[in-house]
């Protein structure tokens, strides 16, 4: 497993090389993909990706004595939505037998 990260431009060169497209429309195609899921999850759609997952908006409940870590101040924060994931069958199939030896980073 290569150990690391992938960054968006990561994916693009990939899919460029596995592909017959040229690489500003693979690029064009990623930045559209990405901007309609984070346009779904603004207007609170749920985006169902058959065989890798599910993204949805979730409601985090607000805190009376929220504490920010860098200073320590003591706030409250508001309830709020945030991304949260959830991994399909097929990945974590996928994921299930990697090399427990590598660890996290």
């Not at 004595?65 to 996928?94: C, M």
């Amino acid at each position: 497993m290569a150990s690391g990260k992938v960054t968006k431009n990561d994916l693009v060169d990939a899919i460029y090389f596995k592909s017959n497209c040229e690489k500003y429309l693979v690029q064009d195609i990623v930045e559209k993909l990405l901007k309609e899921i984070k346009k779904s999850l603004e207007n609170g759609s749920t985006i169902e990706l058959r065989g890798f997952g599910t993204f949805e908006p979730r409601l985090r409940k607000g805190r009376e004595k929220a504490h920010n870590p860098k200073t320590g101040e003591i706030l409250s924060v508001a309830p709020h939505y945030v991304a949260a994931f959830r991994a399909g069958q097929d990945l974590k199939k996928a994921l299930w037998n990697l090399d427990k030896s590598e660890g996290s980073e």
